[in-house]
């Protein structure tokens, strides 16, 4: 039986009973300020609830989550993200998770007419298109859908990375680095993709800032 808004009520109130009774001033704390050292850029997918995953309460991940952990340049409530994590809270990590099997990885493979998130798919198109032999040599769909996911992080790294946002952080002598992992919805885990990005050199000539 799924639970009614009634029970999300209750449940939450169970839970921040919970909380309380192993630390009493556990709220109080958390209403005064909110240090994270860590910006989570997620999928919206449920199935993926980012703090729970790396273990972390509230008030230690800054967390922005969209359909397939995109980062275009053109999102300004994704820039303003990144912006207030990195200039107001000074974030250290950021880290671009992507899962296995997801939803949008495996619209986007497709020709499919979907309306409306099409145009948001099209970000995820272009991975393909730059990827198109890779993906496709890939015999089995499961294993193209998961390829992609993989690739679609590395791309969204890359994105961080260029933004001005930044760039012009490490240029300020900010110590940020970008992360890409994946997360499997099969087993629970983790996988660093090994693409981290945390200095200016790391980024094509042609994306290079200077102000």
Sequence with gaps: MKPTPEDLFKRNQEWAESKLSKDSQFFSKLSNIQSPKYLWIGCSDSRVPANEIVGMDPGELFVHRNVANVVPH??????AVIQYAVEILGVEHIVVTGHYNCGGIRAALGDADHGQIDNWLAHIKDVIKDNYEEIFDL??????????????????????AKTSIIQNAWRNGKSITVHGWVYGLNDGLLRDLKVDISNLEQIHPAFQINS
């Excluded at 053109?74 to 820039?79: E, G, Y």
Aim: aromatic letters at 0%; a negative charge.
């Design 74 to 79: 053109s999102d300004a409530n994704c820039l």
């Design 139 to 160: 015999k089995d769909e499961q294993e193209r859908v998961d390829r992609l996911c993989e690739l679609n992080v590395i791309r969204q790294v890359s994105n961080v």
